[in-house]
């Protein structure tokens, strides 16, 4: 059974950078033709897929995030990590992990999410 887990900061303040890991079982983050990816939901608002790493660590991005996202990988401890910086209050969702067999591909496994509240 594959699962994901995010962690990060319960609150971030506006300029800040957000900084979320998502830590992965049940399968290997270098498995082949597998992808590692990012979502967040802003309250009311329909999904927003903000980028993602494959198998090979190589990365994609959302083009509207890509000035501010970075994507990476631990491999060692099977975790890839986001990093969206210059937040501002519009930024406030869920955000979550992902992971499926191609991109654009509909998604196998989801973490649970986490709320990322940005306010001063």
């Known amino acids: 059974q594959v699962q994901l887990q995010e962690s990060g900061p319960g609150l971030v303040k506006p300029s800040q950078t957000l900084s979320l890991t998502c830590t992965v079982s049940g399968d290997s983050i270098t498995t082949d033709v597998s992808y590692w990816t990012w979502i967040r939901q802003p309250s009311g608002k329909t999904l927003e897929w903000m980028g993602a790493i494959g198998y090979s660590g190589s990365t994609y991005y959302n083009p509207s995030l890509k000035s501010r996202t970075a994507i990476s990988r631990d491999t060692s401890k099977n975790q890839f990590t986001l990093q969206v910086s210059s937040l501002t209050p519009e930024a406030t969702a869920v955000y979550s992990c992902?992971?499926?067999?191609?991109?654009?591909?509909?998604?196998?496994?989801w973490g649970q999410g986490t709320q990322v509240p940005v306010s001063s």
């Open positions: 992902a992971s499926s067999n191609g991109l654009p591909c509909e998604y196998d496994y």
